[in-house]
């Protein structure tokens, strides 16, 4: 009852918003309630949560704002959702509405305690990304707008946890940059606590880590971009900046 019953606020609260964030995740048929913007204090210290508190569904604006990593203010949450490495977690959104721009899933080591990570210091690598499906920059279909529901539903994120990645605790980072305003990146980044099972041995090399901030910057012309302009907007292919994706 308590997750339905977040299912339900969530999901109110996102229809009064033209921006958004992850506010559930799924596993299999399990459903895990996150932190809910317009929710209750006491939600906090609930023995359930799973994701990191964050306070607004306006998007994060410079690319070396502290709160990059985890939203803000990105206080640790006190449970974790428990899969098996090779399972896809999907993070629930609703009502987005943007449609430009790439979507990344990136996981950090908490190294035994998700709640006393720095995740500004803390190392994290990609384990998806989806960007431009077909078309051009500016028209074409991007997942970010694919993703999109318009029907009221819930719009689903799916990513898989490497099945070779060692067990322990991790931090699943979904982040969202639209590009629709010119010159002006807008970043929508909410974290999740995972506890990773399996006999996975794996780890990821320091060419796949990347600090956040850090990854992104105004000098890079796929994050300071001008879709409108014919010159940028009429290409049919956009690399996302970053280290590469790590599958294991």
């Not at 431009?132 to 799916?158: A, T």
């Amino acid at each position: 009852m308590q997750q339905l019953l977040a299912f339900i606020v969530g999901c109110l609260a996102q229809h009064a918003s033209a921006h958004g964030g992850a506010l559930n995740y799924t596993v299999g048929d399990t459903w895990y309630p996150g932190y809910d913007p317009y929710g209750p204090e006491s939600q906090l210290s609930a023995p359930w949560l799973v994701q990191r508190k964050w306070v607004t569904v306006n998007p994060i604006f410079e690319a070396d704002n502290i709160s990059l990593s985890c939203n803000a203010p990105g206080n640790p949450a006190n449970a974790y959702i428990p899969i098996n490495a090779g399972e896809n977690i999907t993070a629930v959104y609703y009502s987005w509405v943007h449609t430009v721009g790439p979507m990344i899933a990136w996981m950090a080591d908490c190294h035994g305690n998700c709640r006393t990570l720095d995740t500004a210091k803390a190392d994290w690598f990609k384990i998806g990304e989806k960007g431009l499906l077909n078309g051009d920059i500016l028209e074409g279909m991007w997942f970010q707008h694919q993703f999109g529901v318009w029907d009221g539903g819930p719009s689903l994120w799916s990513e898989k946890i490497p099945k070779s990645l060692r067990p322990g605790k991790y931090l699943v980072r979904n982040e969202i940059i639209s590009l629709h305003s010119a010159n002006k990146p807008q970043w929508y980044p909410e974290c999740v606590n995972v506890e990773v099972k399996g006999n996975g041995t794996r780890f990821p090399g320091k060419k796949y880590m990347a600090k956040i901030p850090g990854v992104w910057s105004m000098d890079q012309p796929e994050i300071n971009i001008d879709v409108y302009d014919p010159a940028i907007g009429n290409k049919t292919t956009y690399k996302i900046p970053g280290p590469p994706v790590w599958t294991g």
